[in-house]
C-alpha cells in the first residue's frame, strides 16, 4: 500500500486531471460520428432522431474548431508526460503494438461492411505510439533538448501539410 501511496504522490494529478478530460472529450465527439457514419451501417433499424442530432452536432462550427482544441490539449499533456517517463520506448512499443491491432480490427470490420475507408491507418494511437519511439530514440543518443523543438515544428509542418492537402487526408466529412 505504501509502494502505490509513494507511486500517486509523485504524479501531478492535474496533468491526469486533464489528460482525463481531454480523453473523455474525445470519445464524447468519437460517439457521434459512430452514431453518424457507423452504426447505421451495422443496423439496420436505427432511432432517425439519433442520427439526426448526430448529424447536426457534427456539422456544427463549433466542434469544427473545438475538436483541433482538445486534440492539441491531449497530445501537449501527452507529451508533458513523456518527460517523466523512465522507459519511453516500452512505452511506445506496447502502445504501438494496440494501435497496429486496432488497425487490423478496422481493417477486417472494414472489409466486412465494405468500406475500405473504416480502416483507421493513423490515428491518435499511432501517432502518440511513434513520437513516445522517437522520443525514446532521441533520449539515449543524449540529443540537445533543442532538437526536440526543432523536430516537433517540422512534424506539425508536414502534419498541416498533408491535412491542408484534403487528397490525402481524411477530414471527417
Known amino acids: 500500500m505504501k509502494q502505490l501511496t509513494d507511486k500517486l504522490s509523485k504524479r501531478i494529478i492535474e496533468l491526469d486531471v486533464i489528460r482525463a478530460i481531454a ?23 436505427f432511432p432517425r432522431e439519433l442520427y439526426e442530432f448526430s ?15 482538445v486534440l492539441f490539449v491531449f497530445f501537449s499533456i501527452s507529451g508533458i508526460c513523456c518527460s517523466f517517463s523512465k522507459n519511453n520506448i516500452n512505452r511506445g512499443l506496447k ?9 487490423l480490427v478496422t481493417y477486417i ?5 465494405n468500406d475500405k475507408n473504416f480502416t483507421i491507418t493513423f490515428g491518435v494511437l499511432h501517432c502518440i505510439s ?3 519511439l ?16 526543432i523536430i516537433g515544428l517540422l512534424m506539425v509542418s508536414v502534419g498541416s501539410y498533408f491535412l491542408l492537402s484534403k487528397e490525402y487526408c481524411y477530414l471527417g466529412k
Not at 470490420?109 to 461492411?113: C, E, K, L, N
Open 95 to 103: 502502445l504501438l503494438g494496440i494501435a497496429l491491432v486496432l488497425t
Open 55 to 69: 448529424y447536426d452536432y457534427l456539422e456544427w462550427d463549433f466542434r469544427e474548431i473545438f475538436r483541433y482544441v
Open 23 to 45: 480523453v473523455f472529450l474525445m470519445v464524447f465527439d468519437h460517439f457521434f460520428f459512430d452514431m453518424c457514419n457507423v452504426i447505421p451501417m451495422v443496423f439496420k433499424t
Open 109 to 113: 470490420a472494414g472489409d466486412i461492411m
Open 134 to 149: 522517437l522520443i525514446g530514440l532521441l533520449e539515449k543518443l543524449k540529443v540537445n533538448k533543442y532538437l526536440y523543438l
Open 130 to 132: 511513434v513520437s513516445l
